[in-house]
């Protein structure tokens, strides 16, 4: 009996620190979805894009770890810029669909563009972190779990912390708050939207490149990481689009359950039910409480 | 226009009448080598339904779905599975149960729409998608217990005749996509059609003029389904000749997201010019890979190319024309017209007051 629990306990924390993943890119829809009401389709091909540049400039060009960081985190405000510039200006009385229409063009560039840069085979990212269970929670806890997972763990919470006090604290939290609430307005008190555009698209970069690095240790830098970014949309669903809290409770629900049910209900079907149960769990949030558990009621008027 | 055939007008007829030579009599006529029909047309056409089937939960009734692809598998081995099991039903018969089969299955997965939108439904129809193709993969049941994972497709035959040379199955290919296109434009134009686009341009105020939209949006989702099914059913049994779930992957999804909306959304003609871009852009990039460049590019730096253009055209369409090539043909025709008429005709003739 006590080994079951235990067992229970390691698929659960193993799911909930996994989940911490889907939560990494999460909040970077999250960011933007809060300050612009876009959803961005392209977050899963920034991840990809932004990690593989970090990989490219390590290992084709030599470049040291952390300056190989520095410039991949550059790239993505050059991206960031790029797309504020030309995409969304032109698109800013756009319907929403429009737009969330012309950020699935923005991944498909992207994509392309990573891959004919820096090729399509599978590359090695070694953050210096093995993903193996860590000997002292193995021998004193007896619970097995991964280090990677862990560190992803830490790198989410130190994120929501800082993302947290930024948004709350800062005068530029404040101004985003405001464009998120109503653009017109906030551009006719004088608030700079084009900085506030760029500001949160590069930090949406930046987002995307610490999940890609956390993805990439795991999985390798590859195309895969596209379709892997696509699991955070039911995490967003469950959390509701416009909360980071939302955007990390949700990633830990989704882990949780995913491994879950794929522990123990999985091979009664086979196994592999991780690839759709995110995304059934997120029908039935949507059929109960479709703003999310921490999103805004949405209401829609004639 | 006044309709003189039933509520066709003179202009519906001569274009349909066109089509029909075109498509019977001169390209079987003049096109004789095999590649154009296995590797273009008959895609073209399959791909085309599909799309239409995109069109109207998308283009008409205003649904974001991403799961076309997911039903396109539906169709295709639920098509297997009624040649293989019920032979009595013959081809035509299983075409149709398997399209209404995939029309279950939008039925079911359309459901959310009754409460979500945009994204939200997205979401929604991904399910469809991810767990459609996770059924078939883990049920051996659904693939007749074959290891390999690639079934061979049976050979059509219909009435005792077998289809199987690459005209023959382009002819297969035709009727269908002729008929349902022809039923997809009767619908389009009639109440059905009238109050998809009422939803799609404001659902609360189309519920409150009496529309009912559990009605109107199941209606279209399972319309759409069951386009996707047939479609998907003709893919597999006359383009791939193979069954295989990988070929109906999220991939496919989004091409035929991209079909519909870079064709032009809520046209039918759309459908046709989105799917005939995106299956032969890739075809004349290669060309030019491999004519003006003598291979010199890498195959895959040449398929990056391909995806960064499409994203590309997407955002530039998002931005300049939101209606798709479908629309820049209208304009274009509408250009051609104005030219020709203010030459020969004084004063302007709107097209508005054309009766």
């Known amino acids: ?302 | 226009m006044k309709p003189i055939f039933m509520t066709y007008t003179k202009k519906d007829l001569i274009n349909l009448a066109v089509c029909m030579v075109l498509s019977v009599l001169i390209i079987p006529t003049f096109i004789k080598t095999e590649y154009w029909y296995t590797s273009i047309l008959i895609p073209w056409l399959c791909l085309a339904l599909a799309t239409i089937g995109q069109q109207i939960v998308m283009g008409y009734t205003g649904q974001l779905a991403l799961g076309a692809a997911g039903f396109m598998a539906a169709g295709a081995f639920a098509m297997f599975n009624l040649i293989l099991r019920v032979p009595d039903l013959g081809f035509v018969g299983s075409l149709i149960v398997s399209g209404l089969i995939a029309a279950a299955f939008g039925i079911l997965f359309g459901l959310p729409s009754l409460k979500v939108r945009g994204i939200y439904l997205m979401v929604a129809t991904l399910a469809s998608q991810f767990f459609i193709i996770w059924m078939i993969d883990k049920f051996g049941w659904f693939k007749n217990y074959d290891s390999s994972g690639i079934i061979t497709a049976q050979d059509i035959v219909i009435l005792g005749k077998p289809f199987t040379t690459p005209l023959a199955m382009y002819f297969v290919c035709l009727a269908v996509t002729t008929i349902l296109t022809l039923l997809a434009m009767n619908m389009a134009r009639g109440s059905t059609g009238r109050n998809w686009m009422a939803v799609r341009d404001m659902d609360i105020a189309a519920e409150s003029m009496g529309v009912s939209l559990l009605r109107t949006k199941v209606q279209a989702f399972a319309i759409s389904a069951f386009y996707c099914g047939v479609a998907g059913a003709l893919f597999a049994f006359c383009y791939l000749k193979s069954l295989e779930p990988v070929a109906f992957d999220i991939k496919l999804s989004f091409k035929i997201l991209f079909m519909c909306i870079l064709g032009g959304l809520g046209t039918i003609n759309g459908a046709f010019i989105g799917a005939a871009f995106i299956l032969l852009f890739p075809v004349l990039l290669n060309a030019i890979g491999n004519n003006v460049f003598h291979g010199a590019i890498d195959a895959t730096i040449i398929s990056s190319i391909e995806q960064v253009i499409f994203g590309l055209l997407m955002i530039i369409f998002m931005i300049y024309e939101p209606l798709g090539m479908a629309k820049l043909w209208e304009n274009l025709k509408q250009s051609m017209k104005s030219k020709l008429s203010s030459s020969g005709i004084k004063g302007v003739k709107s097209p508005v007051f054309k009766k």
């Open chain 1, 1 to 302: 009996m006590a080994n079951e629990l235990l067992f229970f306990m390691e698929v659960l924390v193993g799911g909930l620190l996994a989940g911490t993943m889907y939560s990494l890119v999460a909040l970077g829809f999250v960011l933007i979805f809060k300050a612009s009401a876009t959803f961005n389709f392209s977050q899963g091909a920034m991840v990809f894009f932004s990690v593989l540049a970090f990989c490219g400039f390590m290992q084709d060009f030599n470049i040291p770890f952390v300056l190989a960081f520095i410039l991949a985190a550059f790239l993505m405000v050059v991206v960031g810029l790029c797309t504020e510039r030309l995409v969304l200006r032109p698109l800013m009385n756009a319907s929403e669909d429009t737009v969330l229409m012309a950020t699935i063009g923005l991944g498909y560039v992207l994509e392309g563009l990573a891959q004919a840069a820096w090729g399509v085979e599978v590359r090695r990212l070694d953050l210096g972190i093995g993903d193996f269970p860590v000997p002292w929670i193995a021998d004193n806890l007896k619970l097995f779990i991964s280090a990677l997972d862990i560190t992803a763990g830490l790198v989410a919470a130190i994120m929501i912390i800082g993302l947290f006090l930024l948004f709350k604290y800062t005068k530029i939290g404040l101004g985003l708050r405001a464009v998120a609430d109503d653009a017109g307005a906030a551009s006719s008190i004088g608030i700079p939207l084009k900085h506030i555009m760029l500001l949160v698209w590069s930090a949406a970069g930046v987002v995307a490149l610490v999940a890609g690095c956390m993805w990439g240790a795991r999985a390798g830098v590859q195309f895969a990481l596209v379709d892997l970014a696509l699991k955070a949309l039911p995490v967003l669903i469950i959390g509701g689009f416009s909360s980071i809290p939302g955007a990390i409770i949700g990633g830990l629900i989704i882990g949780a359950v995913e491994k879950i049910l794929e522990v123990y209900i999985g091979p009664f079907f086979g196994g592999a039910i991780e690839g759709w149960a995110p995304y059934v769990l997120a029908i039935f949030f949507l059929l109960y409480r479709p703003e999310g558990l921490f999103g805004e009621k949405i209401i829609r008027r004639v």
